[in-house]
Nanobody
Framework: QVQLVESGGGSVQAGGSLRLSCAAS????????MGWFRQAPGKEREFVAG????????NYTDSVKGRFTISRDDVKKLVYLQMNSLKPEDTAVYYCASKRYGSSWSRTYEYAYWGQGTQVTVSS
């Protein structure tokens, strides 16, 4: 069982930055690949960024490439999402999730554990 708790959300103006954190409870955290997803009102949950176990591989959805950076600290059992140059369309609830199996970054059903989400609001 893995418990995930996100923090760091808030309200910022367009062009601003936020850093989201996800704290994990799993003793074997380092063996999980981690992902960040987001869900805006009336829209499906979408993949934002992912990082492999060990941190050697990352993946981003096209709309955030060059603006967002995912990273992990396996000692502290934390995953981060640094978000720069934020846009109003980045407004959503952001979730972190973990998985051990599967070949796709974006398939939500491959992620076994999810956090409760943190709200990010970007105003123009």
């Amino acid at each position: 069982q893995v418990q995930l708790v996100e923090s760091g959300g808030g309200s910022v103006q367009a062009g601003g930055s936020l850093r989201l954190s996800c704290a994990a409870s799993a003793r074997t955290f380092s063996t999980y690949a981690m992902g960040w997803f987001r869900q805006a009102p009336g829209k499906e949950r979408e993949f934002v960024a992912g990082i492999s176990w060990g941190g050697g591989s990352t993946n981003y959805t096209d709309s955030v490439k060059g603006r967002f950076t995912i990273s992990r600290d396996d000692v502290k059992k934390l995953v981060y999402l640094q978000m720069n140059s934020l846009k109003p369309e980045d407004t959503a609830v952001y979730y972190c999730a973990s998985k051990r199996y599967g070949s796709s970054w974006s398939r939500t059903y491959e992620y076994a554990y999810w956090g409760q989400g943190t709200q990010v609001t970007v105003s123009s």
